[in-house]
T-cell receptor, first 113, second 109 residues
């Protein structure tokens, strides 16, 4: 079973370049999330989407944008990467509601040099 | 005050012992609570969820919730070396999850 698929698994990106991290889920969950995980800072929410066509800002949204054209896909775009965006990025999805059991993709390790 | 707080550890226990992991949260609006396990280099994996005051048991795991004290804990009975991982506490508020920084658990054979 696929669940949540992220691509690429890892990437080295030159500062100033743009990049889109891809996330696809096949669980028909209506909510999707992007987190970044940094040593000592834990998982921090970047952006989220409660349903197709809507998005919201999380704790650390600056420098990132998202779109949610359909239920399955939730890409995260870095328009002009900076070294501070070096991190491990996790996409997650859940069936939105009071019970928000979120399930995670395998992660994308991004290094901005 | 951080929204979700956990001791970073490491918490070291011998094999077969009970490991007790604790988490406090600041916002009384929070309605549901989760424990995730994360092995090094891997993604978080949901292991327990709890929504009501009291205890919830699943195999060797017991989650405990006390909303009055804004406290949630995870007990792991008969700890195994394979339980060595970082345990993340997560709190649901307004349909988004806020995570603690995690507690590293080390189970020695």
């Amino acid at each position: 079973t696929a669940g949540i698929t992220q691509a690429p698994t890892s990437q080295i990106l030159a500062a100033g370049r743009s990049m889109t991290l891809r996330c696809t889920q096949d669980m028909r969950h209506n909510a999707m999330y992007w987190y970044r995980q940094d040593l000592g800072l834990g998982l921090r929410l970047i952006h989220y989407s409660n349903t197709a066509g809507t998005t919201g800002k999380g704790e650390v949204p600056d420098g990132y944008s998202v779109s949610r054209a359909n239920t399955d896909d939730f890409p995260l775009t870095l328009a002009s990467a900076v070294p501070s965006q070096t991190s491990v990025y996790f996409c997650a999805s859940s069936q939105q509601g009071e019970v928000t059991e979120a399930f995670f993709g395998q992660g994308t390790r991004l290094t901005v040099v | 005050q951080k929204e979700v707080e956990q001791n970073s550890g490491p918490l070291s226990v011998p094999e077969g012992a009970i490991a007790s992991l604790n988490c406090t949260y600041s916002d009384r609006v929070s309605q549901s609570f989760f424990w995730y396990r994360q092995y090094s280099g891997k993604s978080p994996e949901l292991i327990m969820s709890i929504y009501s005051n009291g205890d919830k048991e699943d195999g060797r795991f017991t989650a405990q919730l006390n909303k009055a004290s804004q406290y949630v804990s995870l007990l792991i009975r008969d700890s195994q070396p394979s339980d060595s991982a970082t345990y993340l506490c997560a709190v649901n508020k307004y349909s988004t999850l806020t995570f603690g920084k995690g507690t590293m658990l080390l189970v020695s054979p």
